[in-house]
C-alpha cells in the first residue's frame, strides 16, 4: 500500500511541478467572460469542482477555453471525504471525467465531512481528532487517490467547535494524515488563524508542526469577526479582503515553506475581477519580500 | 465515547433536525456554549441551502417574496434535505413541494413556474449531443413510419401548465420591473424548453405539437404520438411538425424498428 501511494504521490509531484510561481485566484461565474476578453496576468485559476460536473452546456465550454489560457487546479467542496456514509460513486466519477477533460495541476478536497445518513449539510464539518477518524481519513484519501489515479491535497478547515473525544492536535492529525494517505496538504493560512483565535491557539505552533515536504498549496481568504453571546467568533466566510494578522502569518508559512503556488479565495460579495488581481498581485509583493528576508 | 459514525449522525440531527441533545456533551464548552456553537452550522447550512434555492428558482422568489421564499425553504429543506454533495441537485423535489403547499389555492400556478425553472436549470447542464440525421430515413418504407421511435435531445425539457406561465417567467426576469398585470385565466402553456448555443430558450408550442412531443418522449412510437397529436387536432400535419421539430434540434436520435433494442439501452441514459 504505502509503495503504491509514494508512486502515486511522485508521479503527482512531476505534473504538478508547473504550477505557476505567481499567485492566482479562484475562478468564479461572474468573471468567465471578462478573464477570457482581458486574459489578466494572474499564475492561474482553481475553479470549484462541482460547478463544472455539468455534461454539456456552457459552463465546461467556457472551463476548456479558460483552460487554454491558464493552468487550472480543481476544489473540491462536496465529495464529503470525512464522512462515515460511502463515497458517493457518481461523484468521484464526475470528478474523475472533469480531470480527464481539463488536466488540472492540482486537485483538492478538504478535511471535513458534509453528510451523514445520506442526508448532506453541504457545509465543511470539523472531524474529532482521533485514532479512528485518522485511520478512516487516511482510507478514504487512499480510495480517492487510487480512484482518480493521482495524489490530492488536503486542505485544513476552519472550525467553531472542538470535540470533547480529540486525542491529538489537528496539526498532528493533519501531518499523520499526509504521512499515512501520501497525499499532500492544502494549507490555508486564513483557516489556521480563524481555528487559532476560535480555539485559543498559537497558529505558528499550527505551521512548525507541518512537514515542509507535505504542502504544495497555500489559500488566502477574507473572514468576518461575529459577536456570540459575549464572545467573539471568526467565520470563514471568504467575502472580502485578506487581513492584515493572516498576511502576517502568509510571511511565516513563506519562511518556513518556501515558496508555494499560492491562491486567493472569495465566495461570497464577490467583487470586480481587478480586486482578486490586486489581492494576488499583493500576495506576490509579500512573496517577494519575504524571499528577500530569508536571502 | 462515541464511534466517529455516531458523532457523525447526532451532529446532522443537530444541524439539519435542530435537535442537539445527543451532541452537545460531546462538544467542549470552552467560552461559547456547545449549542451556541452548534448554532453557527445549522445557520450556515441553512443559509447556504436557501441562496442555493434562491439561485435556481430567482422567479418564484420574486412572485413570493424574499421573507416568504425563505420560509417555503426551510420548511422545504426540512422535508427534502440534499441528497448529494453537488447543490445542483437541491431543486429537483421542489416543484412537488410546492404542489403539495398549493394545491387548490389562488398560487396553484407557483409549482408550474418551478417546474420552468427547474426544467431551466436542468437543459443549461445537460449533456451536448449532434443535431438528428434524418437521411437514413429515407431508405425506409412509408409503412414502417409509424414505428419510428425518437429521443428527445437531453437538452430539451418538456413543461406544461394550464396557467400563462412563460408570460409570468418573463415579466419576472431581472430586467424587468414585474407590474405587469398577468391574467392567469389567458390560457395553458405547452412549453419546450431547450438549449441553444450557450443559452436556454423558452418556447410555447401548439397543444398538438406539445402532444406528440411528449408522447414521443416516453418512448411511444410515432404512429401512437400521431393519434395523441390528432385527438387534439383532427387535421394535424405530421411533416410540417417534423420538420419544425428538428429544425429546432429537438431530437437526438431515431431509431427503426431493427435498432429498437439499442434504444432501449439507451432510454436507461436519460433522466
Not at chain 1, 480543481?74 to 470525512?82: A, D, R
Request: charged fraction near 20%; hydrophobic fraction near 45%; include cysteine.
Amino acid at each position: 500500500m504505502s509503495t503504491c501511494s509514494s508512486t502515486l504521490s511522485a508521479r503527482a509531484r512531476e505534473r504538478s511541478a508547473p504550477v505557476s510561481s505567481q499567485a492566482g485566484i479562484g475562478l468564479r461565474a461572474q468573471h468567465h467572460a471578462e478573464i477570457l476578453q482581458r486574459r489578466p496576468a494572474i499564475g492561474w485559476l482553481e475553479a470549484h469542482s462541482e460547478n463544472y460536473f455539468a455534461h454539456g452546456g456552457p459552463q465546461r465550454e467556457i472551463l476548456a477555453k479558460i483552460r487554454a489560457h491558464y493552468a487550472l487546479s480543481l476544489h473540491g467542496v462536496g465529495l464529503s471525504i470525512g464522512s462515515t456514509d460511502p463515497l458517493d460513486s457518481t461523484h468521484l466519477r464526475e470528478l474523475a471525467r472533469l480531470i480527464r477533460d481539463c488536466e488540472p495541476v492540482l486537485v483538492s478536497e478538504h478535511l471535513s465531512w458534509s453528510s451523514a445518513g445520506g442526508r448532506f449539510m453541504n457545509d465543511l464539518l470539523p472531524l474529532p481528532y482521533t485514532e479512528e477518524a485518522l485511520t478512516h481519513m487516511v482510507a478514504r484519501v487512499r480510495q480517492v487517490q487510487e480512484t482518480l489515479g493521482r495524489q490530492i491535497l488536503i486542505e485544513n478547515v476552519s472550525s467553531y467547535l472542538q470535540f470533547t473525544q480529540s486525542t491529538s492536535s489537528e496539526w498532528d492529525f493533519v501531518a499523520a494524515l499526509a504521512r499515512d494517505s501520501g497525499c499532500g496538504l492544502l494549507l490555508d493560512v486564513n483557516n489556521i488563524y480563524v481555528s487559532a483565535m476560535n480555539h485559543g491557539f498559537d497558529p505558528r505552533t499550527y505551521l512548525n508542526a507541518i512537514p515542509r515536504e507535505y504542502v504544495q498549496e497555500i489559500h488566502l481568504a477574507g473572514h468576518t469577526v461575529n459577536v456570540v453571546g459575549s464572545r467573539e467568533i471568526r467565520i470563514d466566510t471568504h467575502g472580502s479582503q485578506v487581513c492584515e494578522p493572516v498576511w502576517a502569518l502568509y510571511r511565516a508559512a513563506l519562511l518556513r515553506f518556501g515558496k508555494v503556488p499560492t491562491l486567493i479565495e472569495w465566495d461570497t460579495d464577490i467583487p470586480a475581477l481587478d480586486v482578486l488581481v490586486a489581492e494576488a498581485a499583493k500576495a506576490d509583493r509579500v512573496a517577494e519580500d519575504a524571499r528577500a528576508i530569508a536571502a | 465515547m462515541l464511534s466517529l459514525r455516531e458523532l457523525q449522525l447526532s451532529f446532522a440531527t443537530a444541524v439539519l433536525d435542530g435537535s442537539g441533545a445527543a451532541i452537545a456533551p460531546w462538544i467542549r464548552d470552552s467560552g461559547l456554549d456547545p449549542t451556541a456553537r452548534i448554532n453557527i452550522y445549522r445557520n450556515n447550512f441553512r443559509e447556504g441551502f436557501l441562496k442555493a434555492l434562491a439561485l435556481g428558482f430567482p422567479v418564484v422568489q420574486r412572485l413570493v417574496g424574499e421573507e416568504y421564499f425563505r420560509q417555503l425553504g426551510k420548511r422545504f429543506v426540512s422535508e427534502h434535505p440534499s441528497r448529494a454533495g453537488n447543490l445542483h441537485h437541491i431543486g429537483a423535489p421542489f416543484a412537488g413541494f410546492l404542489r403539495s403547499q398549493f394545491a387548490d389555492t389562488p398560487y396553484s400556478y407557483l409549482p408550474d413556474i418551478a417546474a420552468l425553472e427547474w426544467a431551466y436549470q436542468e437543459a443549461l447542464v445537460a449533456p451536448d449531443a449532434p443535431p438528428l440525421d434524418l437521411t437514413p430515413l429515407r431508405a425506409i418504407s412509408p409503412e414502417k413510419l409509424a414505428e419510428l421511435r425518437f429521443a428527445l435531445h437531453p437538452a430539451c425539457k418538456l413543461v406544461s401548465s394550464e396557467f400563462p406561465i412563460v408570460q409570468i417567467w418573463r415579466a419576472n426576469q431581472e430586467d424587468r420591473e414585474g407590474t405587469e398585470v398577468i391574467d392567469l385565466r389567458a390560457g395553458a402553456d405547452f412549453v419546450v424548453v431547450r438549449r441553444e448555443a450557450d443559452a436556454v430558450e423558452l418556447r410555447r408550442l401548439p397543444p398538438a405539437e406539445f402532444a406528440l412531443l411528449r408522447t414521443l418522449s416516453r418512448g411511444a412510437t410515432l404512429g401512437d404520438a400521431l393519434q395523441a397529436a390528432q385527438a387534439l387536432a383532427p387535421d394535424f400535419d405530421l411533416p410540417r411538425a417534423l420538420r419544425h421539430f428538428v429544425g429546432l434540434a429537438l431530437f437526438a436520435t431515431v431509431h427503426t424498428p431493427n435498432t429498437q433494442p439499442e434504444f432501449q439501452d439507451m432510454r436507461g441514459t436519460y433522466p
